[in-house]
């Protein structure tokens, strides 16, 4: 099983500030498989990044996501009050999907 | 607009069983793929299991944890989707999530908001 791993545990950050979360896999990913989501306490998880790199419907362009072979990174350019959040990246592969333990993205 | 809303969580005995729905609307359900994920407290979330749509042989598969205790169903007619828990432990205590599959990039593009499963005695 692909173990996912996120780095930093927490970002802690003031708005309009960049944000770069990285997302490391135990083995190779297929960059088809690596997808992002944002979290809010309470809230249904929100698709943010699909194949590593294609923003999702309605996903602004300050996210974007790039990464290859064990590592991948979401970034948000400029941190806006709505981006405070965790973010979770996932992959799937062997017909088992995993998660990361998340990135909480919380305000400075 | 896809809607999903799971129903059915609750305080459960160890030993015990549950059964959760997710009623579905905004989408052409017979044909989607459906899955639950769960996130215990604390801790980030997991994929519990698969249910294929219709037309690609509506075939379920199951993370480790789980298999042989949870069974997914589906009844079309309702547009929902059930998850059923048998020989519950304390580490299946979690919000339980509806989600639906895109098969092309195997991720879960919308989600319901969840239900608690608390299994304690």
């Known amino acids: 099983e692909i173990v996912l791993t996120q780095s930093p545990g927490t970002l802690s950050l003031s708005p309009g500030e960049r944000a770069t979360l990285s997302c490391r896999a135990s083995?190779?990913?297929?960059?088809?498989?690596l997808a992002w989501y944002q979290h809010k306490p309470g809230q249904a998880p929100r698709l943010l990044i699909y194949?590593?790199?294609n923003r999702a419907t309605g996903i602004p362009d300050r996210f974007s996501g790039s990464g290859s072979g064990t590592d991948f990174t979401l970034t948000i350019s400029r941190l806006e009050p709505e981006d405070f959040a965790v973010y979770f990246c996932?992959?799937?592969?062997?017909?088992?999907?995993?998660f990361g333990p998340g990135t909480k993205v919380d305000i400075k | 607009e896809v809607q999903l809303v799971e129903s059915g969580g609750g305080l459960v005995k160890p030993g015990g069983s549950l059964r959760l729905s997710c009623a579905a609307s905004?989408?052409?359900?017979?044909?989607?793929?459906m899955s639950w994920v769960r996130q215990a407290p604390g801790k980030g979330l997991e994929w519990v299991g698969l249910?294929?749509?219709?037309?690609?042989?509506?075939?379920?598969d199951y993370a480790a944890p789980v298999e042989g205790r949870f069974t997914i169903s589906r009844d079309d007619s309702q547009n929902t989707l059930h998850l059923q828990m048998n020989s519950l432990t304390t580490a299946d205590t979690a919000v339980y999530y509806c989600?639906?599959?895109?098969?092309?990039?195997?991720?879960?593009?919308?989600w319901g908001p969840g239900t608690l499963v608390t299994v304690s005695s």
């Open positions: 194949g590593a790199s």
């Open positions: 905004g989408f052409t359900f017979s044909t989607a793929w």
């Open positions: 996932q992959q799937y592969g062997s017909s088992i999907f995993t």
């Open positions: 083995q190779s990913v297929s960059s088809h498989y």
């Open positions: 989600a639906t599959v895109n098969p092309d990039w195997m991720l879960f593009n919308y």
């Open positions: 249910f294929t749509g219709k037309t690609d042989g509506g075939a379920t």
